[in-house]
């Protein structure tokens, strides 16, 4: 690795809630630098999560997130001329990322919607465990699972 690690920089909360989940959340839907798109859109899947469950969005949202978020993950190693698909776990920061992505990945796949009602659908559905989502993080799990005997590769 050349030349020094960019700094972390401290995201600070959302304008509704002061969430740092809900900014980054809003961050990663984001386009183009249009950022009151971004918040318009997650707070009107919100405000559908919580006509829809009488909840507290923000308790769904992180439902889900737990839910979606993968505790293990492939990884490639070449060893000995030969290219092993090698089991590791998650850190918090790469879990939040990858189910954030999964769970807008999963939203936009879905069709014929406008997008708010596409993520809230989504949040929903991860949080009682189902959707588009969780499917892509079983996939994951079962990758790592059948691939648990190079593990011993790791470092």
């Given at each position: 690795m050349r030349g020094k690690q960019a700094p972390k920089r401290k995201?600070?909360?959302?304008?509704?809630?002061?969430?740092?989940d809900v900014a980054k959340f809003i961050n990663y839907i984001m386009q183009r630098g249009k950022k009151t798109v971004a918040q318009g859109i997650v707070y009107d899947a919100f405000d559908?999560?919580?006509?829809?469950?009488?909840?507290?969005?923000?308790?769904?949202?992180?439902?889900?997130?737990?839910?979606?978020?993968?505790?293990?993950?492939v990884r490639g190693k070449r060893v000995g001329g030969a290219n092993?698909?090698?089991?590791?776990?998650?850190?918090?920061?790469?879990?939040?990322?990858?189910?954030?992505?999964?769970?807008?990945?999963?939203?936009?796949?879905?069709?014929?919607?406008?997008m708010r009602k596409k993520l809230a659908d989504e949040i929903i559905a991860a949080s009682a465990g189902e959707g588009a989502?969780?499917?892509?993080?079983?996939?994951?799990?079962k990758m790592a699972e059948s691939n648990r005997a190079f593990a011993h590769f790791a470092r």
């Open positions: 995201i600070e909360g959302d304008i509704r809630y002061n969430d740092t559908i999560i919580k006509e829809d469950t009488k909840q507290d969005p923000r308790h769904v949202f992180n439902k889900a997130l737990k839910k979606v978020s993968p505790l293990l993950e092993y698909q090698i089991p590791y776990q998650v850190r918090g920061e790469r879990r939040f990322a990858l189910g954030s992505r999964w769970l807008i990945e999963a939203a936009k796949d879905r069709k014929g919607k406008p989502a969780m499917r892509k993080k079983e996939t994951v799990h």
